[in-house]
């Protein structure tokens, strides 16, 4: 499945900002008017790497599917930023 919502989440001591909910699926809009180029890039990365096309897409189609349940955590002193791809 692929990523459909990020959620971002900023605390600071002074203020907590409320979750932000990122449409990530908006992003196939150019992805699918970019595909040629997209296209064109993994076709010179399989030459370059001596491989199949077809393995390079599995590969970045793998990465792309194991995106949903990425939690990142990232804490200062001053503040606290939390990522969830959903």
């Known amino acids: 499945m ?3 919502f990020a959620v971002l ?3 600071t001591p002074g203020f907590h900002w409320p979750q932000l909910w990122l449409p990530v699926f908006l992003l196939w809009i150019p992805v ?3 595909s040629p180029i997209i ?3 993994l076709v010179v990365l399989s030459i ?3 491989t199949s096309i077809w393995r390079v ?3 970045f189609w ?3 599917c ?3 349940g990425t939690n990142v955590h990232v804490s200062t002193q001053q503040a606290r930023v939390v990522v969830r791809i959903l």
């Open 62 to 64: 793998a990465i792309l």
């Open 39 to 41: 296209f064109l890039a």
């Open 48 to 50: 370059a790497a001596r």
């Open 2 to 4: 692929t990523p459909n």
């Open 9 to 11: 989440g900023i605390d």
């Open 57 to 59: 897409i599995a590969i």
């Open 32 to 34: 699918i008017l970019l």
């Open 66 to 68: 194991s995106l949903p």
